[in-house]
């Protein structure tokens, strides 16, 4: 075993607000390796609000264990190699980004769809409990959480989670600043380039400008779409969307009807894709609701109620013509897109800098203030 520190969660309380239950720790990490699992030094991960969502269900949840270690966008250096791994380039002291984690062996995987692998759910929402311990070696913690828990410097990955960063990241504040790929940004992208695909003619709509949102919009604009609408209530995002693609942008704040509202703002007829990234429920509702015949409305924010339905009435829908898409990690490949993500941050095309912010790991509550207000997009805390 070996001590390090990492963000800990605690089983949320009565009047639990997202983020509470986090607390720096010292833990320790086993560093005697079973089949298929890397040791990675963590030097970045990205904090995202599903991060805050699963460490917000009661313990009582099917699944959930506590204490437990949050963090799935990390990104560092390979520090040990377990035995029997089937990516046998990797080699102690590369350079990795940490993406999600999947079975390798269901038909999804070996159809190179990793992202709707048939335990997709359990490996990276649930983790695995006991991967870790305190540091008095009295309690056990869970981990592996999207095959990584990157919240822990020192922390155990899946080999399926891990991407080599040689020659992608040319330096380590490179390599930091690439943390988030692993998820959010390739989510985002992934939804306009890989699931909804919209063309030059289309009026794309974004629902919700963090970092998930900001990346579609940037996918879009990468596309070429003659009209690029950002929605959000946070003044200071919208002014950022300006910057990075939208030609149009509309707040919120105090609208009565939203989807009449939306539409209007699309030109009368509705935007013919929309991407639904705040998984708030009227905001669904109304995104739905002001698509154009014939669009696409792609759900990408996760609701914080999992038991909450969209109800669609089956006729107008029939009669709409509009494509209903679901999108989980935007049906990427992370070693064949977080690259060419890359490719267009170099062209100046997806320019994640502007839309992140650096935290030292004992400034994590800053973070999430920060996060929460909207004064920062992608925090990304460091080691």
């Known amino acids: ?226 009209k690029i609408i950002a929605v959000d209530r946070v003044n200071s995002r919208l002014e950022l969307a300006k910057t990075l693609g939208a030609t149009h942008t509309f707040d919120t704040t105090g609208v009565e009807d939203l989807t009449k509202a939306l539409k209007e703002v699309a030109g009368g007829r509705g935007p013919t894709c929309v991407i639904e990234t705040t998984g708030a429920p009227p905001v669904i509702e109304a995104g739905y609701g002001c698509v154009a015949n014939e669009g696409s409305f792609c759900l990408v924010g996760a609701t914080q109620d999992p038991n909450y339905a969209l109800h669609i009435g089956t006729n107008a829908h029939l009669i709409r013509g509009v494509r209903l898409l679901g999108c989980v990690e935007g049906n990427s490949v992370p070693d064949e897109f977080i690259p060419q993500l890359v490719a267009y941050y170099r062209k100046g095309q997806f320019p994640i800098d502007k839309i992140s912010k650096f935290y030292k790991a004992e400034e994590f509550k800053t973070a999430l203030h920060d996060m929460h207000t909207g004064a920062t997009v992608k925090p990304i805390i460091t080691w």
């Open 1 to 226: 075993m070996e001590k390090t520190r990492a963000i800990v969660a605690t089983a949320p309380g009565e009047n639990h607000t997202p983020g509470s239950n986090w607390e720096l720790e010292e833990i320790s990490v086993p560093t005697t390796l079973k089949d298929g699992e890397i040791l990675v030094e963590v030097s970045a991960t990205g904090i995202c609000h599903t991060d805050l969502l699963i460490t917000s269900y009661p313990k009582e949840a099917p699944g959930m264990a506590y204490p437990r270690v949050a963090g799935h966008e990390g990104s560092g250096h390979i520090k040990a190699l377990g035995p029997n791994l089937t990516k046998t380039h990797l080699k102690v002291g590369d350079p990795v980004l940490l993406s999600f984690d999947s079975c390798t062996k269901c038909d999804y995987c070996a159809e190179n769809r990793a992202a709707y692998c048939e335990t997709f759910m359990a490996m990276n929402l649930f983790g695995t409990p006991e991967v870790f311990s305190s540091g008095d070696g009295n309690t056990k913690i869970a981990g592996k959480y999207f095959g990584q828990s990157s919240f822990a410097n020192l922390t155990v990955c899946t080999e399926a989670s891990v991407l080599s960063a040689e020659g992608i990241a040319k330096n380590q504040e490179e390599l930091n600043l690439f943390a988030p790929l692993g998820c959010g940004l390739q989510t985002g992208a992934g939804a306009v380039l890989n699931v909804a695909r919209p063309e030059k003619d289309d009026i794309v709509m974004v629902l919700g400008l963090g970092g998930v949102g900001l990346s579609a919009l940037m996918a879009a604009a990468v596309l070429g779409c003659k």
